[in-house]
């Protein structure tokens, strides 16, 4: 089946988005903005959207996953595995000493690779595990299903209200029970209008962000930059849908969007936040075109670096997987 380069140019963005948001985040403070840090900032709005927007990368993948369903296979397994154990520990030992930064710490946390990020121990866990939630969501009926989303929604609002952390896997299994409920019981009518919710959460969602700027109350962001946030659930989910009804194929996009996973690993790791930070900051100014361009330079040179990495390893995976699952099954 060909894929639709429409959802894998969406891949493509929402990876340059995490890119943006890890490292604009961190190089302008944005994270931790106040009203008294960032009174002389001119620069301002255009940083809080920008990071707004990057907030939408990571639901946004999980989203898709969970629409059209994570299929597990032991050889995309033993593959995240291998990218989590070669991003990490392979590369800080190589890199770290070469530039500077080697620590003992980082280099033994880097032994217990998957850790080494929230979002890959959690991914992978729901990966491990989607044959039987998928199973779990087949035999389940249309109204037990609406209490099961009502009970998600009821506890992340209140963890949202909280201000907890989202960076764990209770995020990601909301976000996937809410994707298969769209795919599988919104129909094909209630699906075309999905642009709708998406004019509408996307004017609500940058509207709390204006809000925080304009009344100097940036006491909001938190509550706008997290992923308990329901209206970033609406609109990512409301893109993906909208963005599906618009099919066409192309080589390029297909080619780049499998291997996007190595630029979040590589960027968001010991020695990738301390290599790559400088690319992302100017002093004084916030040229946000040019930050694009070089997330999308970075993003492709990870991509080729991890083709580089399937032609060298693909067949030694290939071979665990099959050892693996005679041994699973």
Sequence with gaps: MKRNSSIELLRILFMLFIILFHFLGRNYNLFGVTNETAIWDENLLSKLIVHATGQ????????????????????????????????????????SPTIG???????????FFLSSWWFMWSYILLYFISPALNSFIENMKKNQFIVLLFLLFFISIGLWIHKTSATNIFILLEIYFIARFVKIHLSDALKSKAWVLLLLSFILYYGLVAVGYFKHNLVVMPYVNSYYNPIIIVL??????TFERIKFSAKIINWVSPNLLAAYLITENFYGTHLFKNWFYIPNEYPILKFIGIGLGLTIICVLVDKFRLLLFSPTEKRLAIKLEKWMY
């Design 56 to 95: 939408l990368g990571v639901p946004g993948f999980v989203f898709i996953s969970g629409y059209f369903g994570l299929k597990f296979n032991s050889y995309r397994f033993i593959d995240l595995l291998a990218q989590c154990f070669l991003y990490s520990f392979i590369f800080y030992s190589l890199i």
């Design 236 to 241: 990512t989910g409301s893109l993906i849908v």
């Design 101 to 111: 930064i080697f620590e003992n710490r980082p280099f033994i946390l880097s032994m």
